[in-house]
């Protein structure tokens, strides 16, 4: 029984919330703000900060296993 398939789970994905908000400085784990109504907000920035690692990360292991 030969395991070929290796499977990347999406939770390896950069959340947000894992990183500090280079907009607001909010530290990980913590949202940017939270609305009067009790809801969290997350800035923009935040996210795409967290994109852009992600894309760092895919690259490095591409270079991995090549
Ligand atoms: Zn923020």
């Given amino acids: 029984m030969a395991k070929l398939k290796i499977k990347i ?3 390896l ?3 947000p919330i894992s990183i ?4 607001c400085e909010a530290k990980p784990g913590i ?3 939270t609305t009067s109504g009790g809801l969290s907000a997350v800035h923009i920035l935040r996210i795409e ?3 852009l690692i992600d894309k760092k990360k895919k690259r ?3 270079k991995r296993s090549v």
């Fill in 49 to 51: 900060s967290a994109a």
């Fill in 9 to 11: 789970p999406d939770e």
């Fill in 13 to 15: 994905m950069t959340s």
């Fill in 31 to 33: 949202d940017c703000e």
């Fill in 20 to 23: 500090a908000c280079p907009f």
């Fill in 60 to 62: 490095k292991t591409v």
